[in-house]
């Protein structure tokens, strides 16, 4: 599937919210896109381990870690998870470790920024719930698209 974040503003701007860019690009792929899969944790990545263990194939998972940058809510190990399970990419609003070898992964990964620290492993949060950060709202089964230019959400999948 290929598409310009650019034209679906263009062609779609009174249906689709916007996000230039707030993150950091980590994976090797910088262009994704598909349905929105929620996970809401702070400082805590055991719900994002099994939300990327569960999640339909294809799915970006999304991530608001309440952008925290005090530590990581994902290293390779997790992103490994990502790539072999063939999801089409990760947002994080927070925080990546593992830096270099990400870039290595064909997976798209979106965060804040990085941090060495790994997280709590309590497996606290919420799953598949609305979420609400950056000035957007993400809801799951939304449509994500997103390239080096930022982020277009749409309330349904927009190209074939």
Request: charged share 25%; proline share 3%; net charge negative.
């Amino acid at each position: 599937m290929t598409f310009s974040t650019a034209d679906l503003c263009d062609e779609y701007s009174g249906e689709i919210q916007v996000l230039g860019s707030e993150f950091k690009s980590y994976g090797k792929k910088t262009s994704f896109s598909g349905p929105i899969c929620t996970v809401k944790v702070f400082e805590d990545n055991i719900l994002i381990n099994q939300a990327l263990e569960d999640i339909p194939v294809g799915s970006v998972l999304v991530v608001d870690g309440g952008g925290s940058k005090k530590c990581a809510l994902m290293g390779d190990r997790l992103a490994g998870i990502a790539e072999n399970r063939n999801l089409s990419g990760i947002v994080i609003n927070g925080c990546v470790r593992d830096s270099k070898e990400l870039t290595e992964l064909n997976i798209a990964i979106l965060a804040l920024g990085s941090n060495p620290l790994k997280s709590k492993k309590e497996g606290t949060g919420e799953v598949d719930i609305p979420l609400f950060f950056l000035g957007i709202d993400w809801h799951p089964g939304d449509y994500l698209y997103a390239d080096e230019d930022g982020i277009v959400i749409a309330k349904r999948k927009l190209v074939n």
